[in-house]
């Protein structure tokens, strides 16, 4: 099937998967659950053989982790896909209800956008995500992966569109795009696609607003700072920013520039290094960095850089003042931590620093769909409009306005014959 194709058959299939009941979404969700577990293995050797093709072309480590999807990594996706059986449906939840005269009532009601063009990296597991996040929320999906797990994503495709069609799925909600050239031609597809989510450096997020007439909730770079306050604990900021650095390295929400205060740098950055030879983290410095431990020489690229390895930008700034200026300079608006007992300190960094995610004496890490209890997340937004943060179900539903009435008309009221009464009403829609 072509591009054009399978947005046309994406699009027919959305309308009825927005009125679906919220139990039986759940019941096509059990069934994907239950399909990826009984073809676990199938789904291995895939990945398996993505990653010996992956390898032979000298594929970096963290892009091979990401890649890799063994069965822990299956059996959390499916765990994942179970959470959301859980959640609340988020379709048809009333926002707004108003009495505009009596008899004449209006609710702004939460529904699906529609359908939704997701391009990811070469993790697998995004592709279950996102797949069952649409589901949940009643979105139809065009999902294009990395070619690197071309093989994996085929097999998922299969295994979730079968599973979800079977348990009563309309057919063609969720589509699989395998090449640049469908990524292009899904971009002239504004009739059929309501949002493009493309996930990458700011770079390629850019190209596709550049060359798209569809909206676009861009999930740029991670460039996730951690400021080590001169209130520190110093104990707690060695584990904060190792766990932010180190426990994946490979991922957005890890930390990529760490900023100390002059006060406590020479107490602290010796402790960090030393913190940070298992496994070993190379460091780069500012000269007042330099100048407390041994590291390489930072350059004015060095902060607007994703390192996305074992690899760390260390600055030492004068003030709080100066950490907030320097995040809101080089940071991607991502996720940013600070490390303090002050409290006030950490008030102000959280109302300055103009990320989506904004953290108080905890890792980096923390910054997930799953982790934020949203199920999944289809990706963080840098965005300041619609969503921002891990879109999980939230982010994939907009609104509309649904007004009852028996008859009215414009006329008594343009006239003055009737008055508006613009009273909030509790409640839900009448059926």
Not at 44 to 55: F, I, P, S, V
Not at 358 to 366: G, K
Not at 382 to 394: C, Q, S, Y
Request: net charge negative; hydrophobic share 45%.
């Amino acid at each position: 099937m072509d591009v054009a194709s399978a947005a046309r058959a994406a699009k027919k299939a959305a309308i009825p998967l927005a009125a679906a009941a919220g139990a039986d979404k759940d019941r096509m969700l059990a069934a994907v659950a239950s399909a990826l577990e009984a073809r676990a293995a199938d789904i291995a050797a895939a990945n398996a053989e993505d990653l010996r093709r992956a390898a032979a072309t000298a594929l970096a480590e963290p892009l091979l982790k990401r890649l890799r999807f063994d069965a822990p990594k299956i059996a959390t996706a499916v765990a994942g896909v179970r959470s959301l059986m859980a959640l609340p449906d988020p379709v048809g939840a009333t926002l707004a209800a108003t009495e505009l005269d009596q008899g004449l009532e209006l609710y702004k009601v939460s529904c699906p956008i529609g359908v939704i063009g997701v391009i990811f990296e070469s993790r697998p597991d995004a592709l279950v995500q996102i797949s069952s996040l649409c589901l949940k929320s009643g979105n139809a999906v065009l999902l294009k992966g990395g070619s690197e797990a071309a093989g994996t994503n085929r097999i998922l495709a299969e295994v979730i569109a079968a599973a979800s069609e079977a348990a009563g799925a309309p057919a063609g909600w969720m589509q699989l795009l395998e090449t640049r050239e469908d990524v292009t031609c899904m971009l002239a597809l504004e009739d059929d696609i309501d949002l493009i989510i493309p996930r990458g450096s700011n770079a390629f997020v850019r190209h596709i607003m550049d060359h798209s007439n569809i909206p676009v909730l861009g999930h740029a770079d991670g460039i996730c700072h951690a400021y080590v306050d001169r209130a520190a604990d110093l104990d707690m900021a060695v584990a904060v920013v190792r766990d932010s650095k180190c426990q994946y390295v490979a991922v957005c929400n890890a930390l990529e520039t760490l900023l100390v205060h002059r006060d406590i740098a020479a107490a602290f950055l010796p402790r960090l290094q030393a913190a940070l030879t298992t496994p070993p983290v190379r460091l780069i410095g500012c000269p007042r960095t330099a100048a407390i431990i041994a590291v390489e020489a930072a350059g004015e690229t060095t902060w607007r850089t994703e390192h996305l390895d074992y690899t760390l930008s260390v600055r030492v700034v004068d003030s709080l003042s100066d950490a907030i200026d320097h995040i809101n300079t080089y940071g991607s608006r991502h996720t940013d931590a600070i490390i303090t007992a002050d409290a006030a300190a950490a008030a102000t960094f959280m109302d300055l620093v103009d990320s989506g995610n904004v953290f108080w004496n905890c890792s980096t890490r923390f910054s997930d769909g799953y982790r934020y209890g949203l199920g999944a997340e289809v990706g963080i937004s840098t965005n300041k409009i619609h969503a921002r943060g891990p879109v999980g179900l939230e982010g994939l539903m907009i609104y509309k306005w649904k007004l009852f009435g028996h008859g009215q008309t414009v006329a008594p009221y343009a006239d003055g014959r009737r008055h508006f009464t613009h009273r909030p009403l509790a409640g839900t829609p009448p059926r």
